[in-house]
């Protein structure tokens, strides 16, 4: 068997064999520290949020509080980059900032060795975003620890810089998603009845009628409200002397829809008080009633026509009575007074066309085409008014 000899030679070509291999089985690990499952984990005070509509008062946007927290007891610093996605492709704008609402410098931050950090995450309302639609955002990061320049030619290059900055990592946290419905902070409605109290649309000069509606707060947040009521004739009639009142009071407060607790009010009735003027002529008059939000919401309302009917005085033939029969007229020899008795009644208003009101109105009674008597005067009769002449 032949002697084995070990030279210095060859003790310093095992060295160099060894230390490849570590330089190998370190760069390895390097690798894998890229590859692996980040430590860092994310989490979200809210998963869903309403978010309101931009109408220009700069209330479109959501803050969410995140908190990243590494399990990291290696490396002294590990620097995270966030992203967020948008799964619906429709991107709304985002901003992460660090607690004293400072923007992070490029979407970046650092995390102490097994530390945490708190990010503000918000969220604005823009672009393709409208009452009603809905919206789902992820966010995740990217994280690699930090590289520190020892002047030993430690970097990723074999120089002395970081190559593989956070961004660029593969080690990617959680995810968390927050979904948005997105509100409108001010927004009403109101409904106006199809009718008057009394049934139809027909409105009698100096008599009372009430016509009823609903204010329904539509919008996210509490508002208040005030009332104005108008009357307009398309004829051009005179609407000078009309009473027309809106029934709620300026001032009156409407819960918004973000409050669906038992207490919470967000429809209000109402009913307009319409008094026709005493010589409102005949015709089609259009009510309106306006609704104006104290906080910026669009007006609502709502209108509707009545109608002034003309005159409609009436004596019906079943109206008219004798004092007494034919009969006993007849039974008589010498000339008997005999009374006509007529009710007279208004159906209509009490003004025509051309103004002519229904007072002094005069009733006549003729027999084969001969006035009987003189003419019986009634001073006024309105509408509804039943009177009896003779």
Same mark, same amino acid.
């Given at each position: ?35 692996? %499952?980040?430590?860092? $984990?994310?989490?979200? =005070?809210?998963? #869903? !949020? ?7 008062? &700069? +209330? ?124 409108? %902070?001010?927004?009403? $409605?109101?409904?106006? =009845?199809?009718? #008057? !109290? ?7 000069? &100096? +008599? ?183």
């Amino acid at each position: 068997m032949d002697e084995v000899r070990i030279s210095k030679s060859s003790i310093r070509s095992v060295s160099i064999a060894l230390a490849i291999v570590v330089m190998l089985i370190a760069g390895t690990m390097v690798t894998n520290v890229d590859a692996a %499952a980040s430590p860092v $984990t994310l989490s979200s =005070d809210i998963s #869903s !949020s309403d978010i309101l509509v931009d109408d220009g008062s &700069g +209330n479109n946007w959501v803050e969410a509080t995140l908190t990243l927290t590494s399990a990291d007891t290696t490396y002294r610093t590990m620097e995270v980059y966030l992203i967020s996605s948008w799964d619906s492709g429709v991107a709304w704008t985002t901003y992460f900032f660090d607690t004293d609402y400072n923007p992070l410098s490029g979407n970046q931050v650092s995390l102490s060795k097994g530390g945490s950090a708190t990010v503000k995450f918000v969220v604005f309302c823009d672009g393709v975003c409208s009452t009603g639609d809905t919206n789902t955002v992820s966010v995740y990061g990217k994280s690699d620890p930090k590289w520190f320049d020892g002047g030993t030619g430690s970097g990723n290059d074999g120089g002395d810089s970081d190559t593989t900055a956070a961004s660029a990592s593969s080690n990617n946290t959680n995810t968390i998603t927050i979904d948005f419905t997105v509100r409108q %902070a001010y927004a009403s $409605t109101v409904t106006c =009845d199809a009718a #008057s !109290s009394t049934g139809d649309n027909q409105m009698f000069q &100096g +008599n009372t009628y009430l016509w009823g509606y609903t204010l329904t707060n539509t919008g996210w947040n509490t508002d208040t409200y005030q009332f104005t009521s108008v009357v307009t004739s398309n004829s051009g009639a005179e609407v000078g002397f009309w009473t027309v009142s809106p029934g709620i009071s300026n001032g009156k407060e409407l819960t918004g829809q973000s409050d669906s607790s038992s207490t919470a009010v967000h429809s209000a009735a109402g009913s307009i008080s319409i008094i026709p003027a005493s010589n409102a002529r005949p015709g089609v008059y259009n009510i309106e009633l306006t609704v104006t939000s104290t906080n910026g919401a669009p007006d609502a309302g709502c209108d509707f026509d009545v109608v002034i009917p003309e005159p409609d005085l009436e004596i019906k033939d079943t109206d008219i009575s004798f004092s007494h029969t034919g009969a006993w007229i007849n039974t008589r020899g010498d000339s008997q007074r005999v009374t006509i008795t007529a009710k007279v009644r208004n159906n209509g208003g009490t003004t025509d066309a051309s103004g002519t009101t229904t007072t002094d109105v005069e009733v006549k009674f003729y027999v084969d085409g001969s006035q009987l008597g003189s003419a019986q005067t009634i001073a006024a009769l309105n509408y509804g008014d039943e009177t009896t002449v003779s």
